[in-house]
């Protein structure tokens, strides 16, 4: 398994500025993820975070909206830039372990007034 | 992309009773097909998986079961306790990226003492 730990673990934020969200692990990891889960809601897959290379994002997420940094095997930080209302969200990193098993943060709840 | 359906969106049982959810997928190239359970405030976690070379798996009274045919991944609880009233998400990836997956919208069960 992979302990994983997030911060903050919330805010709130006025629109317009930007938070990042750091995500760290316990042990080295390939891959990580970032997710969204907006209230209520599923989770949807922002973007993976790439060790050393830019981040490989899905469709509707862009990186001057959510850049990523991936600077080692253990970390990985997820900015929200720019924020607005629509941006209130919990914010999750996840990683995939040797076993090919997927471990989610707790996540970071984010308010944006 | 892939699409991942799930049903039903909630379901009541009670305590004792059987509880099923169905989810549905579109990729035929997915071959992992997890399922998480997330409690109220927190992060989803792994509860059983399958891959396409198997057809059923069974973890005590949790059992998964998948037609690849059919595209269809199945959740059996049995002995429902109030414990496992939670929402529920089924998921699928491919390749070896379990950690990039396409989740469903989640199955909120309560299970009635």
């Known amino acids: 398994s992979a302990v994983i730990s997030q911060k903050p673990s919330r805010d709130i934020c006025q629109r317009g500025t930007s938070l990042t969200i750091q995500c760290q692990v316990d042990?080295?990891?390939?891959?990580m993820f970032w997710y969204r889960q907006q209230p209520g809601q599923s989770l949807t897959l922002i973007a993976t975070?790439?060790?050393?290379?830019?981040?490989?994002?899905e469709s509707g997420f862009v990186i001057d909206k959510f850049p990523i940094s991936r600077p080692n095997l253990t970390f990985s930080t997820l900015t929200v830039s720019n924020m607005s209302p629509e941006d209130s969200s919990i914010y999750l990193c996840?990683?995939?372990?040797?076993?090919?098993?997927?471990?989610f943060g707790p996540g970071t709840r984010l308010l944006v007034l | 992309g892939e699409n991942v359906e799930q049903h039903p969106s909630t379901l009541s049982v009670q305590e004792g009773d059987s509880a099923v959810i169905k989810c549905t997928y579109s990729?035929?190239?997915?071959?992992?097909f997890p399922w998480y359970k997330q409690e109220l405030g927190k992060r989803p976690q792994l509860i059983i998986d399958?891959?396409?070379?198997?057809g059923e798996k069974k973890d005590q009274r949790i059992a998964v079961t998948l037609n690849k045919t059919a595209k269809h991944f199945s959740l059996h609880i049995t002995e429902t306790q109030p414990e496992d009233s939670a929402v529920y998400f089924c998921?699928?990836?491919?390749?070896?990226?379990?950690?990039?997956?396409?989740f469903g919208d989640g199955t909120t069960l309560t299970v009635k003492p």
């Open positions: 990729d035929s190239a997915s071959n992992y």
């Open positions: 996840s990683v995939e372990t040797v076993g090919e098993t997927q471990y």
């Open positions: 399958i891959r396409s070379n198997v």
């Open positions: 042990s080295q990891v390939t891959m």
């Open positions: 998921a699928a990836s491919k390749g070896t990226n379990a950690g990039k997956s396409t």
């Open positions: 975070a790439n060790q050393g290379s830019e981040a490989t994002y």
